[in-house]
């Protein structure tokens, strides 16, 4: 079941705490990699990969333009 959560009731400490201790538990000790586009999901999960894992997170940026063109099948490319 999914349940709301309200502003009054999130706690951003304890949301980041376990988020980044979800992502140690998933990666142990390897290495995770995570694409940056830049936009708000993508930096917080960035950030929060950056938290768990250091340096064992590789990111790799992906350009709006680019990411935007595969995405709508317009662009006729690849990466």
């Given amino acids: 079941m999914i ?3 309200t502003a009054q009731a999130l706690n951003p400490d304890q949301f980041i705490e376990a988020k980044v201790t979800e992502i140690k538990n998933a990666v142990k000790d ?4 995570n694409a ?3 936009g708000v999901d993508s930096s917080t999960v960035t950030m ?3 938290r768990a894992l250091g340096k064992r997170l590789k990111t790799v940026f992906i350009e709006k333009r680019n990411h935007a063109c595969r995405r709508t099948g317009t662009g006729g490319g690849s990466f």
């Fill in 3 to 5: 349940t709301e959560i």
């Fill in 30 to 33: 390897g290495i995770a990699i």
């Fill in 36 to 38: 940056l586009s830049g």
């Fill in 48 to 50: 929060l990969g950056h």
